[in-house]
């Protein structure tokens, strides 16, 4: 039982690619991941601490491993927590014996050495010194067609709400060559399916000086066998006009911009130190629609920041309408420690806080309704993930990132395997899927086998 371990994730997809490297880490130093941790001699938690809604859950769940305490089970605890609340989780959670934040998991084996050893206070805290990345030849992906590859770790921008600057540290970015080298690596595999991911992602400077980021997105699109790229999380003060050319002149680069706006007033995004406007953030947003391809557009906003005033929040409103987002991840402000805004007072009721996240959900639904129409009879080319037995439907995403529930009854044989492409013709929009019908698959399609592995389980923000 020592050298089985059990592994759960929370957080953005950040956290779920690290535990997908912390697992091959694991793996390459003699362990086995099961999917009980009941069988684990080793369980690993890896947690996020974006909202305190989030922080909780973990110290919730951390409570839970209390019952097993005495079954020489060991307990570790990585990622946002780990790093936000270092030795105090030892604390707090006396069973646990290591608490390790995202910018030391390259020291991982000497830390399990150490615990291997007996050791019971083993801290990995970064505290944004470290100019090094964590990049692992021995990843372990628990999806065969889709993988994502970290390009830039951490965050300098400190906006005013957010732990990310002091949970993951400063901004270090790979360099292209290697980037390219993982990327080629998955096409060899079998991957179709790229997603380049940093807190900041086009804030990656290639080290190198080599490539600019709207090159990198171009080279991977490049790589034969890639089929879709897509890029997450942007943000809007590092966005350039090449990266909306670079999508325009590369098929593979999916139609899609992740770009959070936060807020739809100058005068909050100000206080929030986000270091744009409305208007410089609306101009981008006409590149954008400016493009010869249909870029979807999707958005993180926070409702609530201190100081927001009703006619703050209409301008949120308005900014929805101009924009015409095809998805918006909205969340009530939640005062984080260490962050700035933690020190201004957190002065809107949270009765008021709730109305507002309803007010501009339903907005957004409605547009979602009005604006998702736009696809009714087109042929959409989706990568099929899984079938839904409940409804005879199989559940898909398009290039602009968008669930497509499909039916396949023009097609003889059984249902198309997880990974594959298909064409389905779009037969009903809701505001948020598409429904539709597939093509018969053109002749010479590849089909994909999909290698079945333990998953972490994931909780995505
Ligand atoms: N309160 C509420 N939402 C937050 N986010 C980040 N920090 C906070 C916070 N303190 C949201 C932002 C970000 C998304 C990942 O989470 O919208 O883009
Ligand atoms: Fe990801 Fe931020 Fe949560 Fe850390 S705190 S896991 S960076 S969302």
Request: hydrophobic share 35%.
């Amino acid at each position: 039982m020592s050298k089985t371990f059990y592994i759960e994730t929370f957080g953005c997809q950040m956290n779920a690619h690290d535990s997908e490297k912390v697992i091959g880490t694991l793996e390459h130093e003699g362990y086995s991941q099961v999917a009980d941790e009941a069988e684990a001699g080793l369980i690993l938690y890896n947690t996020c601490s974006i909202r305190d809604k989030a922080e909780q859950k973990v110290f919730h769940r951390l409570n839970e491993y209390k019952r097993m305490q005495g079954e020489g089970k060991k307990f570790a605890v990585l990622g946002c927590v780990a790093q936000q609340e270092g030795e105090r989780i030892f604390d707090r959670a006396p069973y646990v014996s290591l608490v390790a934040g995202s910018a030391s998991y390259r020291n991982l084996p000497s830390m399990l050495a150490r615990l291997e050893a007996g050791e019971t206070r083993i801290t990995g805290l970064d505290d944004r010194q470290t100019d090094q990345t964590f990049d692992t030849e021995f990843t372990v992906r628990s999806n065969p067609h889709r993988g994502y590859i970290t390009i830039i770790e951490g965050c300098d921008k400190f906006c005013a709400y957010c732990v990310v600057p002091y949970t993951r540290g400063k901004e270090r970015s790979r360099t292209s060559a290697s980037v390219l080298v993982e990327a080629r690596r998955m096409a060899d595999l079998g991957y179709t399916d790229i997603q380049l991911l940093g807190q900041n992602v086009n804030s990656w400077r290639d080290p190198s000086g080599r490539l600019s980021f709207a090159e990198l997105l171009t080279a991977v699109g490049n790589i034969p066998g890639i089929r879709r790229v897509r890029f997450t999380t942007s943000h809007p003060r590092d966005f350039t006009r090449d990266i909306v050319e670079a999508i325009d002149a590369t098929p593979t680069l999916c139609d899609h911009i992740h770009l959070p706006v936060q807020s739809g007033s100058s005068s909050v995004l100000k206080a929030m130190s986000r270091e744009y406007t409305r208007e410089w953030y609306l101009e981008r947003m006409s590149w954008i629609h400016a493009a010869t391809r249909d870029i979807s557009i999707t958005s993180d906003m926070i409702v609530g920041f201190p100081g927001e005033t009703d006619a703050d929040f209409e301008e949120t409103i308005t900014l929805l309408g101009a924009v015409r987002y095809d998805a918006v991840f909205a969340f009530k402000f939640s005062p984080r420690p260490n962050t700035p805004a933690v020190h201004m007072a957190d002065s809107i009721p949270e009765a008021v806080k709730n109305e507002r996240l309803r007010i501009l959900n339903d907005r957004q639904r409605e547009i979602q309704r009005e604006h998702y129409a736009r696809h009714l009879g087109q042929v959409q080319e989706v990568m099929v993930e899984s079938y839904n037995p409940a409804r005879n439907q199989v559940v898909g995403r398009s290039s602009q990132n968008k669930t497509v529930n499909f039916t396949t009854a023009q097609l003889v044989s059984a249902n198309p395997p997880v990974g594959s492409y298909l064409n389905v013709r779009v037969t009903q929009t809701l505001p948020n899927c598409l429904v539709g019908e597939a093509l018969p698959p053109a002749e010479g399609e590849v089909s994909f086998v999909p290698v079945q592995r333990p998953q972490p389980f994931v909780v995505l923000n």
